[in-house]
């Protein structure tokens, strides 16, 4: 491994994700570390990603690297394969099926990184389990999680399904930031109010909350809320809508405060949103969006 020093470090397998939706279907690149990294590396950071894929989808490790990403693959016999479905036009209904995996990290994998921020964005459950954190852990670092990598669980009929999660509590006490959408903040918790939800997770050890809902963003952070609207111009790219908002957050709380934080991930992400696929637009374009008060903000 380089040794190098990174502002944010991604683990998670690369998806290769069918999309179903009216009608028409559709092969997107996808994996939240690959949403992720085109986030950061947007941001001027310094990323890495650790990543596991068949040697035959190498070419989304080669984008990677010609964006400046620093990129430690495991090649294995297969790339984690997803179909997404979206029935209707209410983006937030999908179904998604697995198809095949790319097996599981080990700490071994993130051994040798240094970073002021981990970030451990997997598709399903036992991608990268308790010991992959612990690892983590013991670097000292900024420590995010997405709650899908661990609640998400394969069913009988290769569907993803919400399933129990007895070590929840033991497990989400290692995360400093937890990312969760509103249907996963209430199979965690049992709870549908978005914010009783989000302080509950808070009270198992997450300093931070990042739940994300079809209208847009709500951050706890410190006892308070924060809130901004998602603003695309128009909706194209729904997939990707969580990883890439986790990653904009995460990187700007390394010099922002929570408030700034929130506006900032909503942002990125509603420029994401207007396009299939990781973000490739500009810095000046989020700065834009924000400078013209199109998203919101509130903090209560």
């Given amino acids: ?25 559709r092969v997107v690149d996808g994996g939240g570390f690959n949403y992720g990294a085109h986030a950061t590396v947007l941001m001027g950071l310094r990323t890495a990603a650790v990543t596991r894929l068949s040697a035959k989808d190498v070419h989304v490790v080669n984008t990677l690297v010609g964006l400046g990403v620093d990129v430690f693959p495991t090649y294995t016999a297969q790339s984690t394969h997803l179909e997404l479905y979206y029935p209707t036009s209410n983006v937030d209904e999908r179904v998604i099926s697995v198809m095949q995996t790319a097996g599981s990290f080990i700490p071994d994998q993130v051994r040798g990184l240094e970073a ?17 954190a612990l690892e983590l852990k013991k670097k000292q670092a900024l420590l995010a999680a997405d709650a899908q990598g661990f609640i998400r669980a394969i069913a009988p009929d290769r569907t ?33 109010n978005m914010r009783e939800a989000a302080a509950t997770l808070a009270g198992w050890g997450p300093k931070e909350i990042v ?28 997939s990707g809508r969580g990883d890439t908002c986790l990653a904009s957050y995460v990187g700007k709380r390394l010099s922002a405060s929570p408030k700034d934080a929130t506006v900032w991930a909503a942002a990125l992400t509603s420029l994401k949103m207007e396009a299939e696929g990781p973000i490739k637009r500009s810095l000046s374009e989020v700065e834009e969006v924000i400078r013209s008060g199109r998203i919101g903000s509130s903090k209560q």
């Fill in 1 to 25: 491994m380089k040794n190098a020093f990174y502002d944010v470090v991604f683990v998670g397998s690369y998806t290769k994700d069918t999309v179903v939706s009216s009608g028409n279907s």
């Fill in 116 to 132: 002021t921020a981990f970030i451990i964005n997997t598709s399903l459950r036992g991608e990268a389990g308790e010991d992959v």
């Fill in 160 to 192: 993803l399904a919400y399933a129990p999660w007895p070590e929840k509590k033991q497990v989400l006490a290692h995360f400093d930031i937890l990312k969760t959408d509103a249907v996963e903040a209430e199979a965690l918790t049992g709870l549908g």
């Fill in 211 to 238: 739940l994300t809902h079809r209208d847009g963003l709500l951050v706890l952070a410190d006892g308070v809320f924060h809130e901004a609207r998602w603003c695309p111009r128009e909706l194209i790219g729904r």
